[in-house]
């Protein structure tokens, strides 16, 4: 799934096995660029208006490239059970220090016709599920 890489990789050389670009050295849970994955999981995904959406259950990772390429957000879940799944390119979020959590670009019924699945389905197995998830966020 193609995807654009974030602006902290434009501050290490390239071929650099540097961990981490502000200097302050491979941390366990958190620095000021990098974060642990477990603290990812849970944190609120709102829209621009600052209503929450729902949360990050987890992101996928590319297993050649290392980079995030998409995190996956749920909704309308109920004690961890059920809920809409959706696909979000990792470019499509932003982090928002004052919120504490992600904010999705773009408007509600943008979210509502976006791709999406139950935690029944294995929509990536679908041919093309992966490039329509791409094609479908700016």
Known sequence: ??????????????????????GEGVAIEETVRLIASNKVEGT???????????????????????????????????LGFGGSHHPLPWRALHYEPRAGGYVLKGDDQQLTNAPRYSESDDPFAEPGFGEKVDAYYP
Do not use: C, W
């Open 44 to 78: 609120p995904v709102y829209n621009e208006r600052g209503d929450e959406l729902g949360a990050i259950h987890n992101f996928m990772v590319d297993k050649y490239t290392g980079q995030v390429a998409y995190a996956v957000m749920v909704s309308g879940a109920f």
């Open 1 to 22: 799934m193609p995807t654009q890489l974030p602006d902290e990789h434009r501050l290490r050389a390239p071929g650099s096995m540097e961990l981490d670009p502000s």
